[in-house]
């Protein structure tokens, strides 16, 4: 099911297609199957915004925000409860061939974008609320869907090519804040690798979840663990060479055998909580919430002990050598073998963070910023409606997606103009 | 002692005769009461103002304003804003200044905080240059300072003042100490300064901070400014606070306020008068500046709408009458959109929808669905739907969300791309490819289900019994053509489709000439309510629902409420409530009405000053009957319509509502039970401490039981008194209902009966002790008994059930004691004191589950009737107590990995759910056929993925 549109490309956005740096894909949701954040693309310090793309309405989040605090302990030691369920609070993308592709939980949809205008090339209507980024692979789109089912979609034009639902005949649709949602909602989003599309599917423990693996370019299942009282799998789902990490919403993850979705493990019970993950090397990065602080934890990615924990951390993204630590209230880098302190940036961008080439850009509140990742020093800023949650650089842009539905893209040249809805 | 220099020779004589009756009064008259005279005092009020001249009542420094203000009274007060403040000198002679001794004072409401305004200032702060005094504010702290020598020293309260609320503000200076009192209590002291002040010529100015370079005016009101050229102490800052604080008690009304979200991004402020009043608001948001909301028409009942609020923000707002011509505003109030749970709104900014053959057809459907059915909330079905106009009407008219179900993934697809076009895809409108013959959707579902294939020419095609089972119990299918709607159905007569596959045992069919038929589904059968704090009038813990069980229960829906709206896990909180298809929640000052069969909620409101924890202790603060919740409110009881909110009756207790507050809540047929309970009993508070868990075993501050002064019963209808009881003071977590008759215990002993409070933690409440039961009809006295209650040590808990025509009391000392007692004559049948299975997380305050004569007083099971020991039960972990349906009681179980358990008391089957929590006492109920989990696990950082409320339903 899909709508086509052919738009007119002018001149002047064949220019701006010539970016100034090697451009590189983005085509998964914070880069890769490690959800490394990281990209070797370099943008220039001169960003400017090139459009906007406004959806309708803002993301209609799963789950409702938690309360302020735990208001059991002594007034003087409550502190603000991070989120913990934050994987859809904001509409992520993925950038391929100069397109972008973005999900929508409040319209059902997965869109295509034409990456130069802004303008939208095709619309693909889901069965239910897609709430994750899709992972664009060999010309085709993969996510799943709230109504249980995963699709594959063409990337060029967005023609159906195979879906399927993990509970099979098993599967139906529940009332959920005035929508349809599977019990088996698929909330992990879908990874894709040699030759196979990864994907985990279900919210309650109880009625059991699913992990499923399928012939990236057929759909016909290669195996599928069922797990019964085991976990909730929400959250962008992880790959190492033999495992697959999977988020718990917002407890802390399972990890799985990759060659049959046997359930290997869980990391320890309070460690750090919610559906943030990052595998670098062997260790995963999960958090972002701890009994009363924030908290990210390093667990053992061949192991199953802790190795480390980051009060107070939001995020963390790691490259040559070093720890890029996210804060409330500040951008930290760390020496990843010794842990020194290299530099301490005092801002504040404390929703998200990736690094390009050797800019971080973080995300804030109502602003986005990139930094020199050397020294901390601020390179650019700019407002954006929202808070800035999902951060991507693709083909000479930075885009930014903000909470209001908004997705921004940042040029390292002028031109461009804001996007306007096209379905008339 | 300024004014010796001013005025020597009069004031001299006037010195002279205040030392003498100075003197007096030092034999005379106590500490607190001497030299209080200011020397300068400056009253607000526009009796004492001539122009912009304000007169010095005490002194002769007249002063002037300067700007724009507004008076108000009630209390008499000045309104600066915008830079206007008072000036008393431009450039004082300091000279006549207070030197050594000296106290400034001020009543003071602010507006706005930030920066540095002062209260009353004679200073210089340029720099390095710091000379004189200043009373004012940073920030949103008040501040004292002065300068001995060149430096100013700063003395700042440790806490925050509130916006607009009234503060008596006073610094002081006796050579050596500088002293900072805040509504009579010292907050902030210094020795940092000695000797004279060290002043510079400088501005004397009122409302404000002024120098030579920098003016620093206030936002808000000044009732009055005072100077002293002595030292008062601090029990005389007490007694002048005492003295006047009555004047600023702010405005309070008779009911409310609250605030119900009631659709859209808007919402209601409502509250009620004593005497007629125009309807006046003011709120705001951080961000944005202050807004009004007025209508003149004068009214006690009062219901102000205001739009376009921001998503998850918290509002501050207040209410606003007129007293002797002057506005008097009462406290603020806060509420928080995260609790505004209405439908998503439609855009205005897309194209309209692409005309069609049938656009005004259904457009006059959709509104004649609404008027025929009266349902607005919730979901509808077009089952087969052809035509979207339809659905788009229906969401424009109403707040439905609509699922149109349709086979053909052509039309599928056209439908998709309308309602897209016009912004309500997926937000308000999905569209489902499914056979008709098997529905991809729970059962007990929609509200409405229509069709608008029907309606435009086709056929009903697939199962009408799959319609029926996903039709919710009292939800309506129409048919065709609805009433008020004329002409011809296009469509083939849907009757002989429908009764092919729906029976009248299941619905009500109903035909009309071809035009239309319409289906409503019957409410199940077996089903239970769970209509009181703890299950039923009866107290049993339990909903009665026989449609429960254990095996095949499926969850049937989730979602909102989450976990921010409700209070603090730990608190033992009030329970949900399950009635007639409507679930209640009871969040932090907040409840909510919703469709107990889809989750869709049908109203929200935000009710400041109705929390109240410690259930173990106080026995609850609301109940329902099949159309209303009744929701204990000060010292009023609200009467809710359970569908739209609307506030249809408030109730009063029989006593002194300046006195005592609505306590117990029950309702049985025709008539709403409360009691009196002296003013300020309730236990209200959830943060700060472990001992807010009440989970001690001997803590007075947790096991104090709240208790009633007065019983009564009220006529539903009218709020005349059936009757009152008063004969002891009542042990509210005793009263129980059953059979015609209201059961309680009560304490005789007189200490208790002369209690100022109604949380009574003195061991004389266990002395004089009846068991009472009353002709719940007309208070009639049917029996009582003197029953002894093990006190030693103090019960924790204590709790009266009636079930089966039996009454089972279970009291705790550091055991259970469980007994049996008749229903006829009180006599007690048995006995059995058992421990419990530990003195911690709530093992030691377990409420009885009553499934027939099944009573469960964990760690035992008892036959209710003869006390046999029907089942030892293990000890479980978690804090929570169990509830139950008809034969399956729910529980927590090994809190950490967050096992909550279904167990079928007939076959012993358990269900095991992982994943989830519930609170720390009572948040899984059942009713209508399903059990129910509350997101009350509110505030717990434990690591389990979900956090929801969540519906699991038997088939």
Known sequence: MIIKKIYFLSLASVILCLGLASAEDWPTYMHDDHRSGVTTEQLGNNLVKAWVFPKILPPQEAWADEPKKDASVSTGSQRP???????????????????????????????????????????????????????????????????????????????????????????????????????????????????????????????????????????????????????????????????????????????????????????????????????????????????TVGRLAEGNAVGNDIISTISDGNA?????????????????????????????????YPHTMILAGNTLYAGGD??????????????????????????????????????????????????????????? | MFFHFKHPTPHWSSLHFSLFVFIGLLCLTPEWAQAQTPVNQW?????????????????????????????????????????????VSSAMNTSQMPQSNITVEAWVKLRASGGWPALVSCVQD????????????????????????????????????????????????????????????????????????????????????????????????????????????????????????????????????????????????????????PSTIEYSCPGESTQRVSDSTLKTKHAVHITGLKRKTEYTYSVIRINEGNEQSSDPYTFETDYHYQVATIPDRRPDFPTGSHDSLLTSVASALITQTGVTKGYALDFGGTDARLAFELVKASDLNVIIVQPDPAIVLTLRKQLHAVGVYGSRVSVIQSSLDTL??????????????????????????????????????????????????LGTDPDAWVRAGISSNDAIITTENGRMTSVKRKTLTDIGQWSHNFGDAGQTCSSHDQRVGTDAMQIQWFGLPGPRSFTDRQARNPTPLVVNGTLFMQGDNRISAQDSYNGSIYWSAEIPGSRRVNMPRDGG?????????????????????????????????????????????????????????????????????????YDSTSSINEIAKICSHELFCLNKSDGTTAWTYNNGVVINSTIAIGNGRIYFIDCRNQNIKNSSTGRIGSTDLWSQNYMVALDANTGALVWEKPITISSSPQPGVIYLAWSD???????????????????????????????????????????????GDYVIAEPKAFNIHNGTVLKNLPTRQGCSTMSSAGHVATYVNNSYNNEIHFWDIQNDNHALLRGMRSSCWLSMVSGDGMIFLAAASSGCACSFPIQTTVSFSAP
């Not at chain 2, 507004?70 to 000045?78: A, E, H, L, Q």
């Not at chain 2, 996903?470 to 159905?489: D, E, I, K, M, Y």
């Open chain 2, 43 to 87: 009253t607000f009020d526009q009796a004492n103002v001539s122009g912009t001249t304000v007169t010095d009542q005490a002194g002769s420094l007249n002063a002037t304003i300067k700007g724009g203000v507004t008076w108000t009274s009630t209390p008499s007060s000045i309104s600066l804003t915008g830079g206007s403040y008072v000036e």
């Open chain 2, 621 to 693: 603060n609301w109940c329902a009957d099949s159309n209303s919740l009744y929701f204990a409110l000060h010292n009023t009881l609200i009467r809710f319509d359970a569908y739209t909110g609307e506030r249809l009756k408030t109730y009063q207790v029989t006593l002194d509502p300046e006195k005592y507050d609505w306590g117990y809540v029950a309702n049985v047929g025709d008539k709403v039970y409360g009691s009196c309970v002296k003013k300020g009993s309730f236990y209200t508070t959830v943060s700060g401490s472990w001992e807010y868990w």
């Open chain 1, 316 to 348: 963390i993204v790691v490259a040559n050598g070093v720890n890029y630590l996210l804060f409330d209230h500040k951008i930290q880098a760390q020496n990843r073998s010794d842990k020194s302190i290299i530099w301490t940036a005092n801002q504040s």
């Open chain 2, 440 to 489: 991809p959707f729970t059962g007990k579902w929609f509200n409405l289900i229509v069709s608008s294939d029907l309606l435009t020419g086709g056929a009903m095609s697939g199962s009408s019994s799959e319609l029926l089972r996903v039709l919710r119990p009292g939800g309506q299918a129409v048919l065709g053509l609805p009433t008020g709607v004329s002409g011809n159905l």
């Open chain 2, 126 to 277: 340029n720099g390095s240059y710091e000379r004189g005094w200043c009373l004012g504010t940073h920030n949103s702290k008040f501040y004292f300072s002065l300068a001995s020598d060149t430096s100013l020293t700063y003395m700042e309260a440790s806490s925050s003042f509130e916006l607009n609320k009234w503060y008596y503000v006073v610094g002081t200076y006796d050579g050596t100490t500088m002293r900072l009192y805040v509504n009579g209590t010292q907050v902030a002291s210094s020795t940092s300064e000695s000797g004279n002040i060290n002043y510079t010529t400088a501005p004397f100015v009122v409302g404000s901070y002024k120098d030579n370079d920098e003016t620093y005016t206030i936002d808000g009101w000044m009732h009055e400014a005072a100077l002293f050229n002595v030292t008062l102490t601090a029990s005389q800052v007490q007694a002048r606070y005492d003295a006047k604080v009555a004047l600023f008690k702010p405005f309070a009304p008779s009911v409310g306020p609250y605030v119900l979200f009631d659709g859209g991004t808007g919402g209601t402020i409502c509250w009620e008068t004593a005497t007629p009043q």
């Open chain 1, 81 to 291: 409860f991070k989120e913990r369920t934050v994987f859809d609070r904001a509409n992520h993308i993925a950038v391929v061939n100069g397109f972008v592709y973005i999900g929508s939980a409040t319209e059902h949809t997965m869109q295509c974008l034409d990456a130069v205008t802004g303008e939208e090339k095709w619309v693909f209507f889901a069965g239910g609320p897609v709430r994750m980024a899709p992972t664009v692979s060999n010309g085709k789109v993969y996510f799943g869907a709230d109504n249980g089912t995963v699709y594959c979609v063409n990337a060029t034009t967005g023609d159906e090519i195979w879906k399927y639902t993990a509970a099979g005949s098993d599967n139906y649709l529940v009332p959920n804040n005035g929508r349809a949602v599977s019990p088996w909602a698929v909330r992990s989003g879908v990874l894709v690798d040699q030759g196979l599309a990864y994907f985990a599917s279900g919210i309650f423990p109880s009625e059991g979840v699913y992990l499923t693996a399928l012939n990236a370019n057929t759909g016909t299942k290669q195996w599928q663990a069922k797990h019964v009282n085991e976990g909730s799998m929400q959250g962008y789902m992880l790959l190492s060479s033999s495992r697959i990490f999977v988020p718990n919403g917002r407890g802390n993850p399972y990890y799985y055998n990759r060659t049959n979705g046997a359930k290997l493990g869980q990391y320890g019970d309070g460690e750090a909580d919610g559906s943030f993950a990052l595998l670098v090397g062997n260790s995963l990065y999960f958090g972002r919430a701890g009994r």
């Open chain 2, 805 to 851: 025509n039996a009454l089972f009391l279970l009291s705790s000392t550091n055991q259970y004691n469980a007994r049996g007692f008749s229903t006829t004559n009180g006599n007690q049948l048995w006995s059995n004191s058992f421990a419990w299975g530990r003195n911690n997380h709530g093992a030691h305050i377990y409420h009885p589950v009553i499934m």
């Open chain 1, 366 to 424: 109502d602003k986005v910023a990139g930094f020199d990742a050397a020294t901390g020093n601020q390179l650019w800023t700019s407002p954006v409606e929202g808070k800035a949650l999902g951060l991507a650089v693709s083909g000479g842009k930075l885009y930014v997606s903000t909470d209001k539905g908004l997705l921004y893209a940042f040029t390292t040249q002028p031109g461009g103009r804001q996007s306007t809805l096209k379905i008339k």
